[in-house]
């Protein structure tokens, strides 16, 4: 009788057959095997042993200085037909991809080993986790996944056990970027990807699985894969609410995620515990709520802004068994980046002797990965095979200026339309111009594997008899005054704000209503403590309605560019939030003119 792993044996020795590797490793996640993965990457150069006293088990990892981001533009969504990938994804026909890629594949892993790795994006025994395999010929990529997914024999047997997986197929290449895809094929839940070995190019489970692929199967299934973080919010009377937010790359997501309590809030009992960091499975549950998994098993964390003052929960994970990818080194051998509040480098990213005329030490996309286990703020609810209830659901991106440090939605097609509006600065973690404003929805736009029109069609969906949803949000920590700086604190401070969202989950905290949503009266927000001119306080507030009268006919704009596919209610969401501007503004007019 076939057993059900025979699919995979099947597509192993296809692929071998293709890559022409001199050797097959199948990854079965044990401590010996990392061992020796770790000793030959240290023989190759690949890892770098850093200060064994002060970082017992941690690596260095140089990429090479071409490949040191996900690649947007060679990032492909390969469906029979292109308006399913929508305007939102580069676009590529099955057949022509799968051409490309053969004849990339071809032969490329000769004087190599092709590493077989089983994984589970999700707690092993969570229902809604998901299995796949990543053929890659990259033991750093092995390392990594080793510490982000469940990996090898568990997964293995769940394998077995469903007979279904996501193919992924990972070869570094020559690193060449003109020899680069990343190919994502959903109807054939297959992954294939090319000339790159960072993070989320070739960590396959990551970005690609979890999130291009997942949100794809999300929708066929009726649940939601979203980039945002889980965090729980435990009250001085032990009640935990958690919360699951939205920002683009590089916006804070592992700092709120690890936020430590104001020193008053701590002592009041406030406790904040990670479920996640970066991405986030939603399924409605028999009472109706959403109920969250984290697929991941540890954290990619950006490095440089990581200190005591910003984040010391992640500092305090990363003394033991961490990969560090393209930091600074200290003449000791200790990480560095800047941001980092002891030591000096002495060799930068590149392993050049540091000389700030080439530049900061760490590459300003530099990264750790680390097992989610090791952070002090680690919930133990992240194991829970059924995952844990959300209260709330936040975006937010990089706002310079307009947009108040917190709005809520007043309902769910209002937070859907909030969520599809969000814009943001872009930041390192993709190549391309830094700090443009760009139209970011649900902090997918790099990850949706699929036509955002019909993502927000999805998500609208939802809002159905018997279903208790989150409340939704928007917050910005980057608001600037006129002297060009932040003007909230942010950073653990944020959980002043994440009391007000919590509260108004809970009903026990008051809000004004407003034409883009409901916000806090200035004594709504518990200031106390904060270096916070009132007046600052005043415009973090603020609803400036001519300025919001613009950046809804920017919304209107941005969602026509989805066509005839776009749902008709967030168009009228759109035109409701516009009318309700106008109106507010209109007497005032009249009073200026009368
Ligand atoms: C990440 C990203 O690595 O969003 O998490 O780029
Ligand atoms: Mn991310």
Redesign the pocket.
Known sequence: MPSSLDALNHWVDAVARLTTPDAIHWCDGSEEENAMLAARMRDSGDFIALNPETHPGCHLHRSSPSDVARVEHLTFICTRDPEDAGPNNHWMAPDEAHAKMDALFAGCMRGRTLYVIPYCMGPIGAPNARCGVEITDSPYVVANMRLMTRMGAAALARIEREGHFVKGLHSTGELDPDRRFIMHFPEELAIQSYGSGYGGNALLGKKCHALRIGSWQARQEGWLAE?MLIVGIENPQGETHYVAAAFP?ACG?TNLAMLIPPERYRRAGWKVWTVGD?ICWMTPGPDGRLWAINPEAGYFGVAPGTGKGTNPNALAMLDRDTIFTNVGVTADGQPWWEGLDDGTPAKDWQGRDFDPANGPAAHANARFTVSAKQCPSWSPRAEDPQGVPISAIVFGGRRPSLVPLVIEARDWTHGVLVGAAMGSETTAAATGAVGVLRRDSMAMKPFCGYNFADYFTHWLSFDKAGAKLPKIFHVNWFRKGADGRFTWPGFGENLRVLEWIVGRCAGTRSARETPIGLLPRAADLDVEGLDLAASDLAMLLDVDLAGWQDELAGIGEYLETFGPRLPAALRREQQRVAAALDEETRPRARAATG
């Open positions: 980039h790359s997501k970066d």
